[in-house]
């Protein structure tokens, strides 16, 4: 049975904030390594990398494409199984 009172909602929004900053790092560390990775380690790093980012996005997809939804079972059910 559900509470008869509302919830009150409440929002989030220094997580946003710290997710976005989080992106945004993230993504300029990247772009860096990107431009800075062949002067400090070598030629093929470009290569490398978008062959692990490439491999990355692949590996996600097809992970979420096999997820399955998590099985909820009632009081009902579980007193049926004993």
Same mark, same amino acid.
């Given at each position: 049975?559900?509470?008869?009172?509302?919830?009150?909602?409440?929002?989030?929004?220094?997580?946003? !904030?710290?997710?976005?900053?989080?992106?945004?790092?993230?993504?300029?560390? +990247?772009?860096?390594?990107?431009?800075?990775?062949?002067?400090? #380690?070598?030629?093929? #790093?470009?290569?490398? !990398?978008?062959?692990? +980012?490439?491999?990355? !996005?692949?590996?996600?997809?097809?992970?979420?494409?096999?997820?399955?939804?998590?099985?909820?079972?009632?009081?009902?059910?579980?007193?049926?199984?004993?």
């Amino acid at each position: 049975r559900l509470p008869s009172k509302r919830f009150n909602s409440h929002s989030h929004g220094y997580l946003i !904030v710290g997710s976005v900053l989080s992106t945004v790092t993230m993504g300029t560390l +990247l772009v860096a390594f990107l431009v800075f990775g062949p002067k400090a #380690i070598g030629h093929g #790093i470009d290569q490398t !990398v978008i062959l692990l +980012l490439g491999a990355g !996005v692949l590996f996600a997809w097809r992970a979420g494409r096999k997820a399955k939804l998590p099985f909820i079972f009632s009081a009902p059910q579980a007193a049926d199984s004993q």
